[in-house]
């Protein structure tokens, strides 16, 4: 059974710095794709940064300079470092894992959620000004 779970939430003020976990077990097939995605109270998730099989990472426009993901594999580990928080950055974040289709960073976060067949349950960042 494929678990993901998250840790590393909080609550910072604006300029802070968080670091987000993602402890991946259960996943017996190459996963080309892992990810970020972040969604607040009605909004729709959206994808926040990706890193493919090679290491080549991708990130969306408005956390760029700002977070870092990177991915331990030996231990199965994703984590994404935020840093210079703002108040926009305040969501429900998610790891994402399990894509099965060759793809590059890029390309896995210009498509959203479909490619991916792994989610964690996710865990809160809010960001107070």
């Known amino acids: 059974q494929v678990q993901l779970v998250e840790s590393g939430g909080g609550s910072v003020q604006a300029g802070g710095s968080l670091r987000l976990s993602c402890a991946a077990s259960?996943?017996?097939?190459?996963?080309?794709?892992a990810g970020w995605f972040r969604q607040a109270p009605g909004k729709e998730r959206e994808g926040v940064a990706t890193?493919?099989?090679?290491?080549?990472?991708a990130y969306a426009d408005s956390v760029k300079g700002r977070f870092t993901i990177s991915k331990d594999n030996a231990n199965n580990i994703l984590y994404l470092q935020m840093n210079n928080l703002k108040p926009e950055d305040t969501a429900m974040y998610y790891c994402?894992?399990?894509?099965?289709?060759?793809?590059?960073?890029?390309?896995?976060?210009?498509?959203?959620?479909?490619?991916?067949?792994?989610w964690g349950q996710g865990t809160q960042v809010t960001v107070s000004s």
């Open positions: 994402a894992d399990g894509v099965m289709l060759k793809m590059t960073a890029i390309q896995a976060l210009g498509l959203g959620v479909s490619p991916y067949n792994y």
């Open positions: 259960g996943i017996t097939h190459i996963s080309y794709v």
């Open positions: 890193i493919d099989s090679d290491g080549t990472t």
